[in-house]
């Protein structure tokens, strides 16, 4: 049975160059783990706080090549197979990341099992290899060990803080730099919807507040909220997810919000930009 491709994303630069950032250890521990022993085709190991269940290492190598790396990871007391695949094109090159065991059903099931968190940890590892390999800054990583009734996270993006305000709350723009379908009504009252408007209907989250620099969101418990801090041309951005059991963290929507937020810093960067998630 093919597993399902989870996350890919494509890199400014050589297979070569992408696959030595991928089975470095000193490289490793920059872009993706706290930890990170690698001595390939035996060992792909990596855990510590940015890993799901990272108290120690639970990997086990299937298969390497130079364009391939197969392992076991044993999630929850079940051993999943993830391979990562390299393809270049034209000094371009693809990482694709196939899992096993994850159904993206099991995101609206209530379950806290760490393989509800299997794609969005994979999105935003990809989308930092992607930012490590082409020399842009790093954005935040989820720590999985943290048992917090908050999440925040700050971004510094070059670009004036109307245009980050505009992009937050566009329909079209945060669609395009979420890779999602999003409908927004910028007003208090007004819905914000994954999936958009017609097909959240009534049961969209709702804008508590709203202004030129900050906003907060319903979304029936938890609530999310972001301020803008402008100067210079330059934006911080503090995001903050919160009202939730601190016993049971959101990490897969938190790490779906920090790989969401560090395109919507590509986006407002770049003057070509081209999103680094090829769509599956």
Same mark, same amino acid.
């Given at each position: 049975m093919t597993?399902p491709?989870?996350?890919?994303?494509r890199?400014?630069a050589?297979l070569?160059t992408?696959?030595h950032?991928?089975?470095?250890?000193?490289e490793m521990?920059v872009?993706?783990?706290e930890?990170?022993e690698?001595?390939?085709?035996?060992?792909?190991?990596?855990?510590?706080?940015?890993t799901?269940e990272?108290?120690?290492?639970h990997?086990?190598?299937?298969e390497?090549?130079?364009?391939l790396i197969?392992?076991?990871?044993t999630?929850?007391g079940?051993?999943?197979t993830?391979?990562?695949r390299?393809?270049?094109t034209d000094?371009?090159t693809r990482?694709?990341?196939?899992q096993s065991?994850?159904d993206r059903?099991?995101?609206?099931?209530g379950s806290?099992?760490?393989?509800?968190?299997?794609e969005?940890f994979?999105?935003?590892?990809l989308?930092n290899l992607a930012?490590?390999v082409?020399?842009r800054k790093?954005?935040?990583k989820?720590d999985y060990?943290?048992?917090?009734g908050?999440?925040?996270?700050?971004?510094d993006?070059?670009a004036?803080?109307d245009r980050?305000?505009?992009?937050? /709350?566009?329909?079209?723009?945060? $669609?395009s730099? =979420?890779?999602?379908p999003?409908g927004?009504e910028?007003?208090? @009252? %007004?819905?914000?919807?994954?999936?958009g408007?017609?097909?959240?209907?009534?049961h969209?989250a709702r804008f508590?507040s709203?202004d030129?620099?900050s906003?907060?969101?319903?979304?029936?418990?938890?609530v999310t909220s972001?301020?803008?801090?402008g100067s210079?041309g330059h /934006?911080?951005l503090?995001?903050? $997810?919160s009202? =939730?059991?601190a016993?049971?963290?959101p990490?897969a929507?938190w @790490? %779906?919000?920090?790989s969401?937020l560090v395109?919507l810093r590509?986006?407002?960067e770049?003057?070509?930009?081209?999103?680094?998630?090829?769509?599956?």
């Open positions: 597993q491709t989870i996350s890919a994303v890199i400014q050589p070569k992408v696959f950032a991928l089975t470095d250890p000193a521990r872009w993706f783990a930890h990170a690698v001595d390939l085709p035996n060992r792909y190991d990596f855990w510590g706080r940015h799901l990272g108290d120690a290492p990997q086990r190598v299937l390497a090549s130079d364009d197969k392992f076991a990871w999630l929850d079940t051993e999943t993830t391979e990562i390299l393809a270049e000094g371009e990482v694709s990341v196939t065991h994850f059903e099991l995101l609206f099931s806290t099992s760490p393989l509800v968190a299997l969005t994979w999105a935003l590892a989308g930012d490590h082409e020399g790093l954005g935040p989820v060990t943290a048992k917090v908050e999440f925040s996270a700050r971004l993006i070059a004036p803080a980050v305000r505009t992009a937050l /709350t566009d329909s079209e723009q945060a $669609t730099w =979420f890779g999602y999003i927004i910028p007003e208090v @009252g %007004g819905r914000f919807a994954m999936g408007l017609e097909a959240a209907g009534d969209a508590v709203i030129d620099t906003a907060t969101i319903d979304w029936g418990g938890m972001w301020e803008l801090e210079g /934006t911080t503090t995001f903050v $997810t009202g =939730f059991d016993a049971q963290p990490y929507a @790490g %779906g919000w920090l969401g395109e590509r986006y407002l770049q003057p070509n930009w081209r999103s680094v998630f090829v769509q599956n």
